[in-house]
């Protein structure tokens, strides 16, 4: 009985060391593949962030091509009523400039 009982706590200490080796044995492989898991979704998101950057920096250069465009249309019709002006007032100079020859 004595031999019995020593018997089976070895058979027990020796299946609660093998529980304890597949727990961390299990243990590992989940840190494992959480590991690898999570650098899936770290790489996956980074690929998006840098889709949506790019995304977002053509948005913005199609703007600034957009404002660029609209301030130079603007410039060129400001360009056009100067220029008229001058035009006018190029008359009006080359008539005062003729009637002062003409009576001095």
């Given at each position: 009985?004595y031999?019995?009982s020593?018997?089976?706590?070895?058979?027990?200490?020796?299946k609660?060391?093998r529980m304890?080796?597949?727990?961390?044995?299990?243990?590992?492989k989940?840190?494992?593949d959480?590991?690898?898991?999570?650098e899936t979704m770290?790489a996956?998101?980074?690929?998006?962030?840098?889709?949506?950057i790019a995304?977002m920096?053509?948005?913005?250069?199609e703007?600034?091509?957009a404002?660029a465009?609209?301030?130079?249309?603007?410039?060129?019709?400001?360009?056009?009523v100067?220029?008229?002006?001058?035009?006018?007032?190029?008359d009006?100079?080359?008539?005062?400039?003729?009637?002062?020859?003409?009576?001095?």
């Amino acid at each position: 009985m004595y031999i019995e009982s020593i018997v089976s706590i070895s058979e027990t200490e020796e299946k609660a060391r093998r529980m304890k080796a597949e727990a961390a044995q299990d243990a590992k492989k989940r840190i494992a593949d959480e590991r690898v898991k999570g650098e899936t979704m770290v790489a996956e998101a980074a690929k998006k962030a840098d889709a949506e950057i790019a995304e977002m920096s053509k948005a913005a250069e199609e703007q600034a091509v957009a404002s660029a465009k609209d301030l130079a249309g603007s410039s060129e019709t400001k360009k056009a009523v100067m220029r008229a002006r001058a035009e006018k007032r190029m008359d009006e100079a080359v008539a005062l400039i003729v009637e002062r020859i003409v009576k001095g």
